[in-house]
Every structure is written in structure tokens, then in C-alpha cells.
């Protein structure tokens, strides 16, 4: 579970982080009334259908930001006499992961009381509905509290903070199911917010919100993200305060080993997520004959690569290369719902061999010409083909969305080929994190 650093939107499926948001519990109830009050009913008796006005977007209003402190600004004294810059550098470290820790928690009530509660009293979704989308986020809040108040317990009466690696050490593992349960059901809350975005009434009650001050600008999934984005900070913030910490300072080893655990456990978490997200898309999977049916797919627990890309034809393809099995499908509509019809004969990765294709590339076997119109020059092309022998020879050429996506592609499916060649592939078994 890595964090993504790309600047823009990938068609390639790989795996943000939040700043600040309003404190007070108060106010975030306020916002919630404020919101339904601007809701308009057709009639007073209780309907199962409730009517908004139509959306029209507000004045520009300044967004909601929350105050920015450094730990010097929260202590008295000239602390530059009687502390160093690197004791000075460890405390705002160590300051800057506690109002971290602050702000989620601000966020976690704000999703609560302003999108849920209110979604709830408008008639938007159904209990089943509200439970998908927000899954087991309530039971993480009083984790977090929990965790900020063992921290502030542990600040002195001058300010400083001289121990947080054992607080770590002993919340890190509490908190593990928890996170296993949420994070794994975000791809099931995804899919479900994305479909009810298409209704009226909750698209425009979730534009209200997007353009009122207190959400800086972001929407509902931004603030659903923020407890996984939360963890995978844990590592880079520990080792940060690991770096301005002294040799022989008492709480070095406990950070060593708190980081080992953040690590250890971001990798259970992500483990498991991706479990989920295998049975997802596998369970969406629609055979056009019983050949297609390959008895590896039902046995895949990690999802590498998936994305869409096209074929010879023009044809958009959505893409899964599971950890043994590469799967290619196309996107139908089935009674309203949304399935991946698999296209060809799945190749096992033990069968499977990928070719970079130069631009403009035009060969016999998987050729592109005649494939897209106006003679265009074909450009991110690769050929995935079964070894000689394997499969009778199945080959397709495919062209990625850019150069990038098609370089991500490429080492997805040569890193697949190895690990399979050298037999290490992913121990299945789960990790201890302690």
C-alpha cells in the first residue's frame, strides 16, 4: 500500500492525503444543520422521497483552513537557550505527528455528523447504503482519541515530549482489524458512491458541500481515503523523528521497532484489501464459454496491474494481471449492472510473454495496421503472446493510454514472468506485525 505520487489521474489501477479541517464537534454539527435547512421539501408528510433545490453554485466564499502551529509557538520562553536545533527539530516533529493526529480525528467527525447524518435525514440512501459507504469509519474515531491521549499524557511541563515509540509499539497492533475491515471495503464503498453520484439529489447535495467552506474543496472520497492515508504516513513520520533523535536517547529502539510495525502492518492491511479486490472483480467476471473459465482465477489473491488499454481493433479492453493469471475483458451491462465479459482465453503467467513494441511497429502477428483510422501512427504499444507450444500461440497487441502507463504495464508483466520463473511468488501466508 504505497502512496501515490503522480501528478495526474492514471488509467493504470496501483493503489491522499488530507491537511486540516474544522475542530470543534460543535460546529461540525452546526455545518450538518446548515445543510439540511437548505434542503426544501415538496410537502410535509414523511415521504420516502425527498425534493432539493436545484443546485446553483454559491458566491466564492474563503475555504476552511485549519491553524498551522509550529511547537515553538505553543511554548514560552526563549527555547533557542536552552535547547538545541536538532532537540528543537524533534519537537516540532514530534508536534506536527500529534496534530495530525488531531485533524483526523476533526475530519473523521465531520464525515459523521455532516455527510452521513445528514444523507440519513435527507432520505438519500438506505441504512444498507449508509453502511457500505462509511463502513466501520465511527469505530476508528475513538482509536485515534485514544491515541492522542496517550501522546499529549507523555508531554512534559515545559512542552517537550521525550517518548512516543512504546505508545506506538502498544496502539499500532490494537488498531490493525479495524483498518483490515475498512480498507477493505473502500473498493465496495467506491463503487457504491460513484453509482448514487449519478442521482440528482445526491449529486447535488454533495456539491453543495464540495463548494461550502468547510470541505476545502474536496469531495466525500477524499475525506473516505483519509484513514488509509493516514497509515501510510505512520512509517515517513516515525523515521523523522528516528532522524533527530540521539544514539543513546531512550526511546530509540522503540521507534525502530514501532516503524518495523507501522511497515509490517501496512503491508497486512494492504494484503488483505487486496484479497477483497480480487474476489470483487473476479465475482464480476462473464464467461462466453467454460473454456474461458481457467481454475487459476478463482485461486488469485493479489491483483499487480489493471487498467484499461486497447486492442488491434480499437476495442477497449479492461485489464487484470493477477499474480498467475493474465485476464483480458471488456465492459458490458447486464440488467443494469456493470460486468467484465472476458475476452480470449486467459493466459497463465507461466505461459506468458510480453514484447515492447517501437512506435509505429507493423508486423504480421498482432498488426495495427488498418486498426484505427486516418493511417494514424500507433504509439505505447506492447504484444502479450503464450510461449511457443502453450495455448495455441495466443497473441494481442495493445496500446496503452501513454508512454508512462505502457512502461508500468511492461514492468508489471516482466516483474509477474520473473517472480514465476524464480518461483517467489508472494507468500500467501499472513504476516505477524508483532
Given at each position: ?18 491537511v ?19 434542503m ?6 414523511p415521504?420516502p422521497?425527498?425534493t432539493?433545490k436545484?443546485y446553483?453554485?454559491?458566491q ?12 515553538s ?13 536538532r532537540q ?7 508536534f506536527?505527528?500529534?496534530q495530525?493526529?488531531?485533524?483526523m480525528t476533526?475530519?473523521?467527525?465531520l ?9 440519513r ?18 469505530t ?18 515545559d512542552g517537550?515530549?521525550?517518548v512516543i515509540?512504546?505508545?506506538f509499539?502498544?496502539w ?8 483490515i ?7 465496495a464503498?467506491?463503487t457504491l ?6 442521482t ?6 454533495l456539491?453543495?458541500?464540495r463548494?461550502?467552506?468547510?470541505s ?24 523523522n523523528?528516528l ?18 510495525v ?9 494484503r ?12 464480476s ?36 494481471l ?12 447486464r440488467?443494469?449492472?456493470k460486468?467484465?465479459?472476458?475476452h480470449r ?6 505461459q ?7 512506435d509505429?511497429t507493423?508486423?504480421?502477428?498482432g ?13 505505447h504499444?506492447?504484444?502479450v ?7 495455441g ?5 495493445l ?7 505502457k512502461k ?9 514472468i ?7 511468488t ?9
Amino acid at each position: 500500500m504505497k502512496e501515490s505520487g503522480t501528478r495526474r489521474a492514471r488509467s493504470l489501477v496501483k493503489g491522499t492525503s488530507l491537511v486540516s479541517l474544522l475542530s470543534p464537534v460543535s460546529s461540525v454539527k452546526k455545518v450538518g444543520h446548515a445543510l439540511q435547512r437548505s434542503m426544501s421539501f415538496r410537502n410535509t408528510t414523511p415521504s420516502p422521497s425527498v425534493t432539493i433545490k436545484p443546485y446553483s453554485k454559491p458566491q466564492a466564499t474563503p475555504t476552511k483552513r485549519r491553524d498551522s502551529r509550529l511547537w515553538s509557538e505553543t511554548v514560552q520562553g526563549n527555547i533557542n537557550e536552552v535547547m538545541t536545533k536538532r532537540q528543537i527539530k524533534r519537537q516540532e516533529a514530534i508536534f506536527e505527528l500529534l496534530q495530525g493526529e488531531q485533524d483526523m480525528t476533526d475530519d473523521l467527525k465531520l464525515i459523521m455528523k455532516t455527510y452521513r447524518d445528514s444523507m440519513r435525514s435527507l432520505q438519500m440512501l438506505n441504512e444498507q447504503e449508509l453502511n457500505t459507504i462509511f463502513g466501520t469509519l465511527e469505530t476508528l474515531t475513538p482509536l485515534h482519541e485514544e491515541l492522542i491521549d496517550k501522546l499529549r499524557l507523555q508531554r512534559n511541563q515545559d512542552g517537550t515530549t521525550d517518548v512516543i515509540g512504546k505508545i506506538f509499539l502498544e496502539w499500532l497492533p490494537t488498531v490493525l482489524d479495524t483498518y483490515i475491515t475498512y480498507c477493505s471495503n473502500q473498493l465496495a464503498a467506491k463503487t457504491l458512491l460513484d453509482e448514487k453520484k449519478q442521482t440528482k439529489q445526491v449529486d447535488d447535495f454533495l456539491q453543495r458541500c464540495r463548494e461550502s467552506p468547510f470541505s476545502r474543496k474536496l469531495d466525500l472520497w477524499n475525506f473516505l481515503d483519509v484513514p488509509r492515508s493516514r497509515l501510510v504516513k505512520y512509517p515517513l513520520l516515525l523515521k523523522n523523528i528516528l532522524m533527530l533523535t540521539p544514539g543513546d536517547h531512550e526511546d530509540r529502539q522503540s521507534l525502530v521497532e514501532a516503524i518495523k510495525v507501522a511497515e509490517n502492518m501496512i503491508k497486512v492491511v494492504d494484503r488483505r484489501t487486496g484479497e477483497t479486490k480480487c474476489l470483487h472483480y473476479i465475482n464480476s467476471f462473464e464467461y462466453l464459454d467454460d473454456k474461458q473459465r481457467h481454475p487459476l482465477i478463482n485461486e488469485q489473491k493479489v491483483l499487480l496491474c489493471g487498467g484499461l488499454l486497447k486492442n488491434n481493433k480499437g476495442m477497449k479492453l479492461h485489464v487484470f494481471l493477477f499474480e498467475e493469471i493474465l485476464v483480458m475483458t471488456r465492459m458490458v451491462t447486464r440488467n443494469g449492472n456493470k460486468v467484465y465479459q472476458v475476452h480470449r482465453q486467459p493466459i497463465p503467467v507461466d505461459q506468458l510473454d510480453v514484447e515492447d513494441l517501437s512506435d509505429g511497429t507493423v508486423k504480421s502477428s498482432g498488426s495495427f495496421r488498418g486498426a484505427f483510422t486516418n493511417n494514424q501512427t500507433y504509439k505505447h504499444t506492447l504484444r502479450v503472446h503464450t510461449l511457443n507450444g502453450n495455448g495455441g500461440g495466443q497473441s494481442c497487441s495493445l496500446q496503452a493510454n501513454d508512454e508512462h502507463d505502457k512502461k508500468q504495464w511492461l514492468l508489471q508483466l516482466r516483474s509477474a514472468i520473473n517472480s514465476m520463473e524464480n518461483g517467489n511468488t508472494t507468500d500467501m501466508t499472513m504476516q505477524s506485525i508483532v
